[in-house]
């Protein structure tokens, strides 16, 4: 595989730091609202990537951080006269409850800020024991003029940054760029006792000492959006590698941003859509198919028009994989002339034909994480399939084949929803169409007809098979 280095700005080899073993750090969100979907980007980004080096055979560690103490937190609270930790409890939850909904399942590590400022304290008392902090009144500063090669990242020159910088009232630091790693109570804010006196840790440390401790100096990948680049992540290089002496991060894996109406998405223009919001409207596979048609160093247009038509292409790979279902259960003809295991007939050519895309969509994951060309594949292999299963050219045997083929793909970019299963039908949605065939069986076709449609209502059709009945999600 080829990963494109945000630091060294070009594609190189990747190959785990430890074996067989991927170490990866992404940024989760500040949860003071609820997120918007842009925040959706990065988490999908990383699920995907995790699933990609699983399928490869790798183990995973996969750490994404919750911030949870923060200047737009307390003043939230303030304004609605509760406690700073009561607005980032809701809030987190709200976070983890939108993100459950797109199926793509969890990190494994999901820290909070409050719950590490210990390990905090620790990297700060380091860098100051090193020469690389110091101690302003309250406060804590990261001493910028002690890191020769501080913005290697945004590729900015120290000199440049420094123009038009300012030193706020309040803060009584050596140099405008310096940045602070503690700072001192205030009152009514939360607060922890420090070396320094009682405060809260700044924004940028609290990424540096979670992923060190859970992934060690010199991790794999480090993730988020483009707009971390500058100065999140510079900070963090500066102050990592300032404490432990050695490369913080290996891969540094930036996606690109949403753009509303040609305007990129903030909560400055005013133009936030969120999650949960998008999701109440669209389905999770629809909005999971909108991330992946664009490479995720590309910005992306995104509106209801690119949601619809997503909503369109995830409908007909659920209409294909529901037909595989049927041909593979003996509930479609196929030709009755179809001989598996015969290299002149159309399931062996159409067999041939998707291994070849399997391996195209391998290849293009392997090309700096490419899903755009990768999701193409999956639209190819879906229309070779429809134009096989009209002709009637698949027996049972290679329907079963086909679609575990695809299932392994789609399982890949986290569309596993449009396989449908029962495993995904709600009991009450099954104990209804139960009920339906009971009543079929009764002859009682009207009350049948009431549940057909309450099912309906609902977005699942009951499809009438041989010896029984199917639920298929349509929604």
Known sequence: MRLYDSLSQEKKDFVPRDGDRVTMYFCGPTVYNYVHVGNARPYVVSMVAKRYFESLGYSVTLVENITDIDDRIITKGIKEGRPAADVAAEFAQAYRDDTDRLGLGRPDVEPLATEHVQEIIDLIATLVERGHAYQAGPDVYFDVRSSPDYGKLSKQQVAEMRHGARISVGEDKKDPLDFALWKGAKPGEPAWDS????????????????????LGAGFDIHGGGRDLIFPHHENEIAQSEGAVGAPYVRFWMHNGMLNLSEQKMSKSVGNILTLRATLDKHRPEALIAV?????????????????????????RLKNVFGELADRAAGCAPAAPD????????????????????????????????????????????????????AAGDLDAGTAARVRAGMLEMVHVLGLD???????????????????????????????????????????YEVRDVPGGFKVVCTR
């Open 195 to 214: 070396p320094w006196g009682s405060g809260r840790p700044g924004w940028h440390i609290e990424c540096s000492a979670m992923s060190l401790k859970y």
């Open 291 to 315: 991330f992946l048609a664009s490479h995720y160093r590309s910005p992306m247009e995104f509106g209801e028009d690119v949601l619809e038509e997503a909503e369109q292409q995830v409908d």
């Open 338 to 389: 179809a001989a598996p295991g015969d290299s002149e007939t159309p399931d062996a050519a159409l067999l041939d034909r998707l291994g070849a895309r399997r391996h195209a969509f391998m290849d293009a994951l392997a090309d700096d994480l490419n899903t755009a060309a990768a999701l193409a594949e999956i639209f190819g292999a879906a229309r070779e399939v429809n134009a096989a299963l």
């Open 417 to 459: 929803a449009v396989a449908g299963g029962d495993a995904a039908i709600p009991e009450d949605v099954v104990c209804m169409a139960e009920e339906r065939q009971e009543c079929r069986v009764a002859r009682d076709f009207a009350r049948a007809d009431e549940l057909r449609a309450a099912l309906a209502e609902r977005g």
